[in-house]
């Protein structure tokens, strides 16, 4: 079977690492990092990952342009095995980040996935900040990655914005957070989880059975996690081999093959 690493971080960040327990509750520890594309592909292939979606941890806490352009400088040393995340900002203030000039340079770069990091970059991901791009990735069926730690409101309003928005939601936390995601599983038919922070027992099964296992995407959020406990998770699940193998891959390269650039 396939597996699909769905949110993978290369780049040294700090010493101590942000690591969601609880909604706004930041534990930082030291956890083991990779400085670049070769010490990302031992990892992986020490867990049996055949490819991984990856971002830049600089994209965060350096600059979305540089870290834009660290992840391309990583992900071209294996393009067969790394698939690049790009970082967004409202072109209102970056020209670049406006659909039509963002747009090529994704297709030249072979970028299909983004995110974006509201609070920590100091906007609003919303209509009046940044319509004229949600607009287009949702036609485009972009997704885009969004984490919770940055707050559940800002999710729920821009999907309810753009109910067509494909979104990833990922780093949410190891606390259940059925209350706050079935809801939208429920209402937005692109909303999709990544599974790394789910350690509640059961909750891989319950989704799959309440919603379809076409809404997760297996992911370890390395290296906030290490990529073997959420991939034990997954396979220790007791879900069918159908939904595992959508999970492990299906539903990722579905995704990818649904894009419009």
């Known amino acids: 079977m396939q597996i699909i690493d769905c949110s993978c971080s290369i780049g040294y960040k700090t ?57 391309i400088a990583e992900t071209v040393k294996s393009p067969e ?79 309810q914005e753009y109910p067509d928005l494909t979104v990833i939601l990922y780093n949410y936390g190891l606390w259940s957070h059925s209350r706050l995601t079935f809801p939208l599983l429920k209402t937005y038919k692109n909303f999709y989880i990544e599974t790394g922070d789910m350690q509640t027992a059961g909750e891989i099964r319950e989704i799959c059975n309440k919603f379809g296992s076409e809404r997760l995407l297996f992911g370890s959020e390395f290296p906030s996690n290490g990529i073997g406990g959420p991939l034990a998770t997954l396979f220790g699940s007791g879900i069918a081999t159908e939904h595992l193998e959508n999970i492990a ?8 093959s649904e894009v419009k650039l």
Request: aromatic residues 8%; proline residues 5%; negative net charge.
């Open 15 to 71: 010493i101590n690492y942000e690591v969601v327990n609880h909604e706004h509750l930041l534990v930082r520890e030291k956890v083991k990092q990779v400085r670049d594309a070769e010490e990302m592909l031992v990892a992986m292939d020490y867990c049996g990952v055949d490819r991984a979606i990856v971002g830049h941890n600089t994209m965060a806490d350096v600059d979305p342009d540089y870290g834009n352009r660290a992840v």
């Open 81 to 159: 095995r790394l698939i690049p995340t790009w970082t967004i900002l409202p072109s209102i203030t970056e020209e670049q980040y406006a659909p039509e000039h963002l747009f090529p340079a994704m297709r030249a770069s072979g970028v299909k996935l983004l995110r974006a990091y509201p609070e920590r970059n100091r906007y609003l991901l919303n209509r009046v900040v940044m319509g004229d791009l949600l607009q287009e990735l949702a036609a485009a069926q972009i997704p885009l990655y969004l984490s919770s730690s940055e707050g559940w409101e800002g999710i729920y309003q821009v999907l």
């Open 249 to 256: 891959y299906r539903n990722a390269e579905r995704m990818l």
